[in-house]
């Protein structure tokens, strides 16, 4: 058996297969799209495609890619997307190897996530509590990120059912469909008991009108039905900017960062914070424990009499 005669029939088998089989999510498969995309263009122009390229093309694309200035994270993703191609086609019986299969990757630059302080904190939730427009919305969007360490995409498409009955935790719909429990703050709950009984009192305004009522707790007139990821993400600058932090520190993830990382710095045991952040890895949540030991490395430079910082801090008059 034989692949699709065409290029974009082996890229849309492909994707129509994770989207059934593993229930990746939408911007999973845009990016897949692109990457397999951007190959597949760079085979043509070189009269090649993918039901006879060879290990040492896909190699000489690589190093195109290097050439072109693409970062090395970059380079990694797009040679994942292209050995599960490949991977997917050899099991369909569309090649008879798997020409990516040996191929070793650039790797990814280990960099520590970039995190809040406490205090940096408790502004950006003040600032949300005296926002000009939607005030209690946005003090339950940000009470409720930074409770949970949602993702962004998980929070503004809660379904409101999960948020009635003034519960202690949320069950939160995650990566590839999986399901977990994420408790809940007292200043989440009451954050949230505020903004379901001003959402709901705008729902039924809109009932009235004959419209049918919105399923998710962040609802809009957009075609999603809810607060989108870009709409919440410049809030979240303004917040910063009324707050007086760094524009350029703050973004939905770090908020994700600052929970995972406070929850350590208090003790919090590390399986604990990967289920809450819905980690498939430990190894992923594990990074968390570089930003803790980074930060007890400058406070015992800072004040530890025999370090460096401290001696000269002492020798000041």
């Given at each position: 058996m034989s692949g699709p005669a065409r290029q974009s029939d082996w890229i849309a088998g492909f994707l129509a297969a994770q989207a059934a089989e593993l229930n990746a999510a939408k911007n999973t498969l845009l990016s897949y799209g692109r990457d397999l995309s951007d190959f597949?263009?760079?085979?043509?122009?070189?009269?090649?495609?993918?039901?006879?390229?060879?290990?040492?093309?896909?190699?000489?694309?690589?190093?195109?890619?290097?050439?072109?200035?693409?970062?090395?994270?970059?380079?990694?993703?797009?040679?994942?997307?292209?050995?599960?191609?490949?991977?997917?086609?050899?099991?369909?019986?569309?090649?008879?190897?798997?020409?990516?299969?040996?191929?070793k990757g650039p790797g990814r630059n280990q960099?520590?996530?970039?995190?809040?302080?406490?205090?940096?904190?408790?502004?950006?939730?003040?600032?949300?509590?005296?926002?000009?427009?939607?005030?209690?919305?946005?003090?339950?969007?940000?009470?409720?990120?930074?409770?949970?360490?949602?993702?962004?995409?998980?929070?503004?498409?809660?379904?409101v059912a999960a948020a009635r009955g003034n519960p202690k935790m949320l069950l939160v719909?995650?990566?590839?469909?999986?399901?977990?429990?994420?408790?809940?703050?007292?200043?989440?709950?009451?954050?949230?008991?505020?903004?379901?009984?001003?959402?709901?009192?705008?729902?039924?305004?809109?009932?009235?009108?004959?419209?049918?009522?919105?399923?998710?707790?962040?609802?809009?007139?957009g075609k999603e039905g809810h607060l989108t990821r870009h709409h919440f993400y410049v809030l979240i600058k303004t917040l910063a900017v009324a707050a007086g932090v760094s524009p350029s520190k703050v973004t939905p993830h770090?908020?994700?960062?600052?929970?995972?990382?406070?929850?350590?710095?208090?003790g919090a045991d590390l399986r604990a914070i990967q289920t809450m952040l819905g980690h498939a890895d430990v190894a992923t949540t594990e990074i968390y424990t570089h930003v803790l030991e980074e930060r007890l490395r400058d406070l015992v430079i800072d004040h530890h009499p025999l370090a460096g910082g401290a001696s000269k801090k002492a020798a000041k008059p």
């Open positions: 597949s263009d760079w085979l043509g122009r070189r009269g090649s495609d993918f039901a006879v390229v060879h290990q040492e093309t896909i190699e000489a694309y690589l190093i195109a890619c290097e050439a072109d200035g693409l970062a090395k994270s970059t380079r990694a993703r797009r040679l994942s997307s292209i050995k599960q191609l490949f991977r997917f086609a050899f099991d369909e019986g569309w090649r008879d190897t798997n020409p990516a299969l040996k191929i960099s520590l996530p970039k995190t809040l302080s406490i205090t940096e904190v408790d502004r950006l939730l003040a600032a949300a509590r005296e926002s000009e427009r939607e005030a209690v919305r946005n003090t339950c969007l940000m009470e409720l990120l930074y409770a949970t360490g949602m993702r962004v995409s998980e929070l503004v498409g809660l379904p719909l995650g990566k590839g469909g999986k399901e977990r429990m994420v408790p809940l703050s007292n200043p989440a709950r009451e954050a949230l008991a505020d903004w379901l009984a001003e959402r709901d009192r705008a729902e039924a305004v809109v009932v009235k009108r004959g419209l049918p009522p919105s399923r998710f707790l962040f609802p809009s007139t770090t908020l994700r960062h600052a929970f995972a990382t406070h929850l350590l710095a208090g």
